[in-house]
T-cell receptor, first 114, second 111 residues
Framework: NAGVTQTPKFRILKIGQSMTLQCTQD?????MYWYRQDPGMGLKLIYY???????DKGEVPNGYNVSRSTTEDFPLRLELAAPSQTSVYFC?????????????FGPGTRLTVL | QKEVEQDPGPLSVPEGAIVSLNCTYS??????FMWYRQYSRKGPELLMY????GNKEDGRFTAQVDKSSKYISLFIRDSQPSDSATYLC???????????FGSGTRLSIRP
């Protein structure tokens, strides 16, 4: 049981390049989330999804896009990378059974835009 | 005003001390309160979960929620060097799927 996996672990992009951050969960969770975490800061929600085919914006969606074609996968697309997108990106998933509000986080992707 | 305020620290205490971590919030509609622990270069993991007001204890950890004051706390007894991490408070509305996180407090336990 791998939980939430993210690829790549590290990436350096040049300004204006594009990339996709991959996220996969094997727990059959409906809810999935993308966060960014800047140094010394908390987690800012970028996008989230409550199920396949349904996505919605979080606090900081500008410059990003998502899709959710399957329950397992929730990729995050960066178009026209900017230095302000240098951050650590975490994907998370949450089930809907039980009362414990456990979000399971992936190990993160460290992105630098130069 | 931020929805959730948390002192960023860093907080450094000697091993064995009692640690108190706190958050305040502005939205009285929050019902679910959580504490996450994040080790360096890792993703956060859920440490404590509380619904509505009251206390919850799990081993050396106690979470308290005071909804009248809009204040939550995490106490760590007999702190260990392995407790050194960033602690993030988090909360959500009863009917929403989004969680709002505090900025995190960096804690260091000195041997």
């Amino acid at each position: 049981n791998a939980g939430v996996t993210q690829t790549p672990k590290f990436r350096i992009l040049k300004i204006g390049q594009s990339m996709t951050l991959q996220c996969t969960q094997d727990m059959n969770h409906n809810y999935m989330y993308w966060y960014r975490q800047d140094p010394g800061m908390g987690l800012k929600l970028i996008y989230y999804s409550v199920g396949a085919g349904i996505t919605d914006k979080g606090e900081v969606p500008n410059g990003y896009n998502v899709s959710r074609s399957t329950t397992e996968d929730f990729p995050l697309r960066l178009e026209l990378a900017a230095p302000s997108q240098t951050s650590v990106y975490f994907c998370a998933s949450r089930g809907t059974s039980g009362i414990t509000d456990t979000q399971y986080f992936g190990p993160g992707t460290r992105l630098t835009v130069l | 005003q931020k929805e959730v305020e948390q002192d960023p620290g860093p907080l450094s205490v000697p091993e064995g001390a009692i640690v108190s971590l706190n958050c305040t919030y502005s939205n009285s509609a929050f019902q679910y309160f959580m504490w996450y622990r994040q080790y360096s270069r890792k993703g956060p993991e859920l440490l404590m979960y509380t619904y509505s007001s009251g206390n919850k204890e799990d081993g050396r950890f106690t979470a308290q929620v005071d909804k009248s004051s809009k204040y939550i706390s995490l106490f760590i007894r007999d702190s260990q060097p392995s407790d050194s991490a960033t602690y993030l408070c988090a909360m959500r509305l009863s009917s929403a799927s989004k969680i709002i996180f505090g900025s995190g407090t960096r804690l260091s336990i000195r041997p």
